[in-house]
C-alpha cells in the first residue's frame, strides 16, 4: 500500500507518528506531575490547618471581646471586670471561622473541616468527603485521599483525636458546661486518644489540558521540533536518497552495456548504501568477465 509513496513521504508519516507518540508519553507524564503538584499545594493548606487547630486546642479555646457581624457564632461567653463580655471559640469554631475567611479570599485552595459525627450541620460531609471519613476510619487509606471530580481537584488528610481534644470529645461528663448547653452530650463524644475524628478537606480548581499544553507549546517548542524535522529531513535527501538515486543511474548505464561505468565505494564501508554500491561494482566486474569469455568462445 506504501509502493506508491518515496521514502521522503514514508520518512515524513515516521516523523509525526514518533511526535505524536512522544507528545502522548509526555502528556501522561504532565498527568502525573499536575496532581503531584495540586496534592502538595492542598497539603500545604491542610497542615497549615492542622497547626492553627493545634494552637487553639493548646489554649482550650480562644477568647475574643467582640463578635464581629460576619462571626456572630461562639461557643462560651463571661463576664470580665466593668460589665465586660469575652466570647470564647473551641478551635472547630475558630477554623471553621477561618475557612470562611479563606472561601472569601483570592486564594486558589479552599478547606474545611468535617465530620460523620458533626456538632454543627454546617460542617456537614459531602459525598467525597463522607467517603474520605469513611476509609480513614476503617483503616483502608492513612495519610491521604484525593481525586478529581467535575473541575475540582479533592483532597482529605485524617484529623486524629489528641490528648488536647478529650476534654471536648471524650466522655460528656468532663466537657465543659457550653459545649454541653450548646450541643448536648450526645453528638461527638466517646472518642479516644489517635481515633479518626474527621478530616480536613481541601478543593483547588483542576489544571486542564489546555492550561498544561500553553506552558509546553510554545514557539520555542515548536521551533525546536521544526529544526529537528528539518535536519532529519536534509539527511534523508542528501545522505540517503540523493546517493541512491545516482547508484541507480549507474546501475541502469550498466544494464544498457556501458561495462566501463565504474562505481567506487570505500572498503569495509559500514554505510549499507556504499555496501549496496561495491556488490553493484562487483556485478559489473562478473559481467565484464563473463562477456570476454563469451567473445573468446566465439569461432
Ligand atoms: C473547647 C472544646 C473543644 C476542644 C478542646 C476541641 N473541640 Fe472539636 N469541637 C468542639 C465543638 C463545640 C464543635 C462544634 C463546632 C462548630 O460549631 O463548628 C467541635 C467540632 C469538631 C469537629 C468538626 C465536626 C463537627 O462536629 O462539627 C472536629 C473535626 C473536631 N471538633 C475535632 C477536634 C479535635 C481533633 C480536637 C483536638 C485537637 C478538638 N476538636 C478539640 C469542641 C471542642
Request: hydrophobic share 40%; aromatic share 10%.
Given at each position: 500500500m ?5 521514502i521522503?513521504?514514508?520518512y ?5 507518528v514518533?511526535?505524536?507518540l512522544?507528545?502522548v508519553g ?5 498527568q ?5 503538584q495540586l496534592r502538595?499545594?492542598?497539603?500545604a493548606?491542610?497542615e497549615q ?6 494552637w ?5 479555646v480562644v477568647?475574643?471581646?467582640?463578635l464581629?457581624?460576619?462571626?456572630h457564632?461562639y461557643?462560651g461567653?463571661?463576664?470580665?471586670h466593668e460589665?465586660e463580655?469575652?466570647?470564647s471559640k473551641?478551635?472547630?469554631?475558630a477554623?471553621?471561622e477561618?475557612?470562611?475567611?479563606v472561601?472569601?479570599s ?6 474545611r473541616?468535617?465530620s ?8 456537614a460531609?459531602d ?11 476503617r483503616?483502608?487509606k ?5 481525586g478529581?471530580?467535575?473541575g475540582t481537584y479533592r483532597?482529605a488528610q ?13 466522655d ?13 452530650d450526645k ?10 475524628r474527621?478530616?480536613?478537606?481541601v ?13 509546553f507549546?510554545?514557539p ?8 529537528a ?5 536534509l539527511y534523508?535527501?542528501?545522505g540517503l ?6 547508484l541507480?543511474?549507474?546501475t541502469?548505464r ?7 561505468e ?6 569495509g ?6 555496501q549496496?554500491?561495491h556488490a553493484?561494482?562487483m556485478?559489473?566486474r ?6 570476454r569469455?563469451l567473445?573468446?568462445?566465439?569461432p
Amino acid at each position: 500500500m506504501f509502493s506508491k509513496f518515496s521514502i521522503q513521504s514514508k520518512y515524513t508519516l515516521v516523523f509525526v507518528v514518533a511526535i505524536l507518540l512522544v507528545a502522548v508519553g509526555f502528556l501522561l507524564g504532565v498527568q502525573d506531575l499536575k496532581v503531584k503538584q495540586l496534592r502538595n499545594e492542598a497539603r500545604a493548606v491542610a497542615e497549615q490547618v492542622v497547626s492553627f487547630r493545634a494552637w487553639v486546642a493548646g489554649s482550650g479555646v480562644v477568647w475574643v471581646d467582640k463578635l464581629s457581624p460576619d462571626f456572630h457564632d461562639y461557643l462560651g461567653k463571661k463576664m470580665v471586670h466593668e460589665g465586660e463580655l469575652m466570647f470564647s471559640k473551641n478551635p472547630a469554631l475558630a477554623t471553621r471561622e477561618l475557612s470562611t475567611i479563606v472561601a472569601k479570599s483570592a486564594t486558589r485552595a479552599k478547606f474545611r473541616v468535617t465530620s460523620d459525627e458533626y456538632r454543627n450541620p454546617a460542617n456537614a460531609p459531602d459525598g467525597f468527603e463522607s467517603k474520605a471519613i469513611n476509609s480513614f476510619k476503617r483503616g483502608e487509606k492513612s495519610g491521604y485521599v484525593d481525586g478529581v471530580d467535575g473541575g475540582t481537584y479533592r483532597y482529605a488528610q485524617p484529623i486524629f483525636v489528641a490528648k488536647a481534644c478529650m476534654r471536648c470529645h471524650g466522655d460528656p461528663k468532663d466537657a465543659p458546661k457550653e459545649v454541653i448547653e450548646k450541643y448536648g452530650d450526645k453528638k461527638a463524644f466517646g472518642y479516644k486518644v489517635g481515633d479518626v475524628r474527621g478530616i480536613i478537606s481541601v478543593s483547588l480548581p483542576d489544571i486542564t489540558l489546555a492550561e498544561v499544553m500553553s506552558s509546553f507549546v510554545n514557539p520555542y517548542t515548536i521551533g525546536l521540533v521544526g529544526v529537528a524535522f528539518l535536519v532529519s529531513f536534509l539527511y534523508t535527501q542528501f545522505g540517503l536518497i540523493r546517493r541512491m538515486q545516482v547508484l541507480t543511474a549507474k546501475t541502469e548505464r550498466i544494464a544498457k552495456g556501458g561495462f566501463d561505468e565504474e562505481i567506487t565505494a570505500p572498503k569495509g564501508a559500514a554505510d549499507e548504501i556504499d555496501q549496496l554500491a561495491h556488490a553493484v561494482d562487483m556485478l559489473r566486474r562478473s559481467l565484464v568477465i563473463a562477456t570476454r569469455h563469451l567473445q573468446k568462445r566465439k569461432p
